[in-house]
Nanobody, 117 residues
């Protein structure tokens, strides 16, 4: 059973920074592509960033240059460093991966990020 647990969310002022963490268990973490998604009120869940086992990365255009996804395979953890935060970054941020055996999607429960003065 794959389990993903996000942490690090909170309230931050515009221009500030947060670092989200996602701890994974129940999978061969180093073989998983990991993603961060977010969902703001009234909007669809969207991909924010993704990192492959080979550490290739993809970012939504809206966060390029501001967010950095990384992974520490020894800790089974993926991170999302968020800098220069904007109010429109306010959302629940979810960690995501796919099961290696079936390709089934797995999601964390999310962590709230609020960017406000």
């Amino acid at each position: 059973q794959v389990q993903l647990v996000e942490s690090g969310g909170g309230l931050v002022q515009p221009g500030g920074s947060l670092r989200l963490s996602c701890a994974a268990s129940g999978t061969i973490f180093s073989s998983n592509t990991m993603g961060w998604y977010r969902q703001a009120p009234g909007k669809r869940r969207e991909l924010v960033a993704r990192i492959t086992p080979g550490r290739l990365t993809n970012y939504a255009d809206s966060v390029k240059g501001r967010f950095t996804i990384s992974r520490d395979n020894a800790k089974n953890t993926v991170y999302l460093q968020m800098n220069s935060l904007k109010p429109e970054d306010t959302a629940i941020y979810y960690c995501q991966t796919q099961g290696l055996r079936t390709g089934m999607d797995y999601w964390g429960k999310g962590t709230q990020v609020t960017v406000s003065s």
